[in-house]
Antibody, heavy 117, light 107 residues
């Protein structure tokens, strides 16, 4: 497992935007696909998005398709999640996670996003 | 979308006992099934992948079994640090990757 560190969470009003970042290890960051997964307060895990190791392919959950954009900058060893048109129901802890082969092997500590009027 | 259903929702056991957690997929996922442990206030941690392979550093008291649609996570000789929420996740047919709703293992 590797250390992943998310940042960028906070309190925003509905309809606004927020950009999350995830810093990964320099030695191998660009070799792996990366996910975003969230967890609403007291709830289970919800997969949101996946980006290929080189950024060439991206996949989204229906719940965020068209509102959220996953991207990465391998030169900076960083993963991003641009979140637009935020809703109250987007309130959650957001985790970045590494894809090792076909499964997730490492998770960040999470960053809390609160969407509140 | 493959729906993952875990049972029971909560399980009360005593330290030293065995716990058996179940996960069922709405269609076959082969052995593309992972188990994660999440302690309160912490990120999930990978326990098992490929339905039965322990991740690096995971104690031998954790074991996974099953294929197709029915899977089991067994924890032998429960330790105090094992009390947590456990999630299964399929990575056979995606997107989306889907998780079970979790089983809370409590004393």
């Amino acid at each position: 497992q590797v250390q992943l560190v998310e940042s960028g969470g906070g309190v925003v009003q509905p309809g606004n935007s927020l950009r999350l970042s995830c810093a990964g290890p320099g030695s191998s960051f660009g070799m792996h696909g990366m996910h975003w997964v969230r967890q609403a307060p007291g709830k289970g895990l919800e997969w949101l998005a996946l980006i290929w190791f080189d950024g060439s392919k991206r996949y989204y959950a229906d719940s965020v398709q068209g509102r959220f954009t996953i991207s990465r900058d391998n030169s900076q060893n960083k993963l991003f999640l641009q979140m637009n048109s935020l809703r109250v129901e987007d309130t959650a802890v957001y985790y970045c996670a590494r894809l090792l082969g076909e499964y997730i092997d490492s998770w960040g500590q999470g960053t809390l996003v609160t969407v509140s009027p | 979308e493959i729906v993952m259903t875990q049972s029971p929702a909560a399980l009360s056991v005593s330290p030293g006992e065995r716990a058996t957690l179940s996960c069922r997929a709405s269609q076959s996922v082969g052995t593309k099934l992972a188990w994660y442990q999440q302690k309160r206030g912490q990120a999930p941690r990978l326990l098992i992948y490929g339905a039965s392979t322990r991740a690096t550093g995971i104690p031998a008291r954790f074991s996974g079994s099953g294929s197709g649609t029915d899977f089991t996570l067994t924890i032998n000789s429960l330790q105090s640090e094992d009390f947590a929420v456990y999630y299964c996740q399929q990575y056979s047919n995606w997107p989306p990757y889907t998780f079970g709703q979790g089983t809370k293992l409590e004393i």
